[in-house]
């Protein structure tokens, strides 16, 4: 069962007020993210009030640069279930636009969190900032909720091997094909959830069908074939070979995840589905014949057979 999905302008409901919140992006629920949730959770449980993760959707950066390339790394789908697995009773969602930016931060604070939301507590990391022209800081959180009966903690950043964890860390090595790092700090693989298109089934035609997704507002890794795993409708998990990028040997040039389950037949149209990134094997490579592509398909489903067969 999902946790309630909760709406910040909306008023919170009574068995919910009195939570302990953890506030920030989210955006990939990454190492750093799980201590910041990790922290408002036990707050919580030790309190005996309910715990709550909020995230902003869309992301700030979306509203203030709208023209920028997509950089997202989780659906607020695929957020909930984080979410719920991590322990949270709810995830309240900020809805980021015109007015919630030319939101002051003591407003953001007094209107928002206490009144509207009836927090106890707020667990943020210690780099966050909101508030029209990102004017509030996390002592300032900290005093404003202290006269009002508002706590609030602030977490440190988590490194791993020398560096900061960060969203763009991860979204820096999924540019460069380097799947194992983006693992390690996502604590998962990094993974695209779409709904399966009707293509032109050139892949079909040459014996590997190929289930279509558009990228959306999704990062985009580097171009090329991965080994992957598919998550299907009713919970199936099925490994398979992916080609991420724009197909170049094919006309026209549309930008697709297309992955081939291994050992799989079924019909996956209009169905959604989750494939995930485990690792990069080769850039896209445009071929003179459909037998050499064919030919390198078929190796690369070899290797990606045996870089999945531990899981």
Same mark, same amino acid.
């Given at each position: 069962?999902?946790?309630?999905? %909760?709406? @910040?302008? &909306?008023?919170? #409901?009574? !068995?919910?007020? $009195? =939570?302990?919140?953890?506030?920030?992006?989210?955006?990939?629920?990454?190492?750093?993210?799980?201590?910041?949730?990790?922290?408002?959770?036990?707050?919580?449980?030790?309190?005996?009030?309910?715990?709550?993760?909020?995230?902003?959707?869309?992301?700030?950066?979306?509203?203030?640069?709208?023209?920028?390339?997509?950089?997202?790394?989780?659906?607020?789908?695929?957020?909930?279930?984080?979410?719920?697995?991590?322990?949270?009773?709810?995830?309240?969602?900020?809805?980021f636009g015109a007015e919630l930016a030319g939101t002051s931060a003591e407003?953001?604070?007094?209107?928002?969190?206490?009144?509207?939301?009836?927090?106890?507590?707020?667990?943020?990391?210690?780099?966050?900032?909101?508030?029209?022209?990102?004017?509030?800081?996390?002592?300032?959180?900290?005093?404003?909720?202290?006269?009002?009966? %508002?706590? @609030?903690? &602030?977490?440190? #950043?988590? !490194?791993?091997? $020398? =560096?900061?964890?960060?969203?763009?860390?991860?979204?820096?090595?999924?540019?460069?094909?380097?799947?194992?790092?983006?693992?390690?700090?996502?604590?998962?693989?990094?993974?695209?959830?779409?709904?399966?298109?009707?293509?032109?089934?050139?892949?079909?035609?040459?014996?590997?069908?190929?289930?279509?997704?558009?990228?959306?507002?999704?990062?985009?890794?580097?171009?090329?074939?991965?080994?992957?795993?598919?998550?299907?409708?009713?919970?199936?998990?099925?490994?398979?070979?992916?080609?991420?990028?724009?197909?170049?040997?094919?006309?026209?040039?549309?930008?697709?995840?297309?992955?081939?389950?291994?050992?799989?037949?079924?019909?996956?149209?209009?169905?959604?589905?989750?494939?995930?990134?485990?690792?990069?094997?080769?850039?896209?490579?445009?071929?003179?014949?459909?037998?050499?592509?064919?030919?390198?398909?078929?190796?690369?489903?070899?290797?990606?057979?045996?870089?999945?067969?531990?899981?």
């Amino acid at each position: 069962m999902t946790i309630p999905r %909760l709406d @910040a302008a &909306a008023p919170m #409901p009574d !068995s919910l007020r $009195g =939570a302990i919140i953890a506030l920030g992006n989210f955006d990939g629920f990454h190492l750093g993210h799980q201590a910041v949730a990790g922290e408002a959770i036990g707050w919580a449980r030790a309190e005996g009030r309910p715990a709550i993760i909020a995230t902003f959707d869309p992301h700030p950066v979306r509203f203030f640069a709208p023209d920028a390339p997509p950089f997202r790394l989780t659906t607020l789908d695929q957020r909930i279930e984080l979410f719920e697995a991590a322990g949270a009773d709810a995830m309240l969602v900020f809805a980021f636009g015109a007015e919630l930016a030319g939101t002051s931060a003591e407003d953001f604070v007094t209107e928002l969190l206490i009144r509207r939301l009836g927090a106890a507590g707020v667990v943020t990391g210690e780099d966050f900032s909101f508030g029209k022209g990102r004017g509030g800081s996390v002592d300032l959180l900290a005093r404003l909720g202290e006269s009002q009966g %508002l706590r @609030a903690k &602030a977490v440190g #950043p988590v !490194s791993e091997e $020398g =560096a900061v964890v960060s969203s763009s860390r991860i979204r820096d090595a999924l540019r460069a094909g380097d799947c194992g790092t983006a693992t390690h700090l996502l604590t998962r693989p990094f993974a695209i959830r779409g709904v399966v298109e009707h293509g032109a089934k050139l892949g079909r035609s040459i014996g590997y069908p190929t289930a279509n997704l558009r990228l959306g507002n999704y990062l985009r890794p580097a171009y090329g074939i991965y080994a992957v795993t598919g998550h299907l409708p009713g919970g199936k998990v099925v490994h398979g070979a992916a080609n991420l990028g724009i197909r170049p040997s094919f006309d026209p040039p549309i930008e697709l995840l297309e992955p081939y389950f291994f050992d799989f037949s079924g019909d996956l149209y209009g169905q959604e589905i989750e494939v995930a990134l485990h690792h990069y094997l080769r850039p896209e490579a445009k071929f003179d014949s459909l037998e050499e592509l064919t030919a390198q398909m078929e190796q690369d489903c070899l290797q990606a057979r045996h870089l999945l067969s531990g899981l």
